[in-house]
Nanobody, 124 residues
């Protein structure tokens, strides 16, 4: 089992940057694919980015492609989401999640473990 804890959210002006972190505890972090999702007020869960266990493969949602970057440090049991050129529509609660499929996946149902989320608010 994996426990996940996100940090790094906050309030930022449009055009600014934030870096989210998600630290995992438990066994075998390096065997999990990791993903970031978000949920804006009144909206459903949206896929943001995912990364394979070895970092060899990454995948992004269309709305963040070219602005966000996912990375991981298996030695620190941590996955990151670097968010640049933020827009008000990026405002949401951001969740990290772990998948034991061993491959990059975008479907939320393929992630077995979830963090509590961290709020990101982008002001215009």
């Amino acid at each position: 089992q994996v426990q996940l804890a996100e940090s790094g959210g906050g309030l930022v002006q449009a055009g600014g940057s934030l870096r989210l972190s998600c630290e995992a505890s438990g066994r075998a972090f390096s065997t999990y694919s990791m993903g970031w999702f978000r949920r804006a007020p009144g909206a459903g869960r949206e896929f943001v980015a995912a990364i394979s266990p070895s970092s060899m493969t990454t995948y992004y949602g269309d709305s963040v492609k070219g602005r966000f970057a996912i990375s991981r440090d298996n030695a620190k049991n941590t996955v990151y989401l670097e968010m640049n050129r933020l827009k008000p529509e990026d405002t949401a609660v951001y969740y990290c999640a772990a998948s034991d499929t061993g491959t990059v996946v975008a479907g939320w149902s393929q992630y077995a473990y979830w963090g509590q989320g961290t709020q990101v608010t982008v002001s215009s």
